[in-house]
């Protein structure tokens, strides 16, 4: 483009600066606020569909299969606007092990970031505002390609075996547990 370089500053997602300055709310708050068990481990799951690809509910049969093989409390948010969403909503409106919501109020959704274990799935928030938390997220699948990423980001196949593989390593892996604290 034709602008002068010396007008360009990298600043970076100006709402990391908002999303940091939300009051804390406690997990035990929360967990009271959406009838969460405070004593487990929990992770934060959405799935949205790849415009590109189209929606395949055996993938997302999978994913949710992979993460019913731990013990976790997990908040399921709903699936965006883009095209395949109402499927993805349908479909894990079936599923009885997970607490689904149409949405979260951002405050919550912040302090939900600060307290979970791990977020899986194929949102951005995994990738844009999760590191600063040091939150691990599991990428799952393609939505998420080419963008930059942190320590914190693993990404795994669309797969039962990868998936699980991935939680696995978020969960428990002490040497990518480190790695993420340090990261920035």
Known sequence: MVENLENIFVSGCPYIDEMLSV?????????????????????IFTMHPVTTEGVDLDVIDEVCQSIEAFDLEV??????????????IKHLNERTSFKIFPNINS????????????????????????????????????????????ANVIDVAEDLETVKKGIQTALFDDKKKKKLKRSK
């Open 23 to 43: 009051p804390v709310v406690e997990k035990i708050d929360l967990s009271m606020l959406y009838n969460l068990n405070p004593n487990k481990k929990w992770a």
């Open 75 to 88: 908040i399921a948010i709903y699936s965006n606007a883009d095209a395949g969403g109402k499927k993805i």
């Open 107 to 150: 405050q919550h959704f912040v302090n939900l970031m600060r307290v979970s274990d791990l977020m899986i799935g194929n949102s951005s928030a995994g990738i844009r505002e999760a590191p600063s938390f040091c939150l691990p997220a599991v990428n799952v699948g393609t939505r998420q390609n080419r963008r930059e990423r942190g």
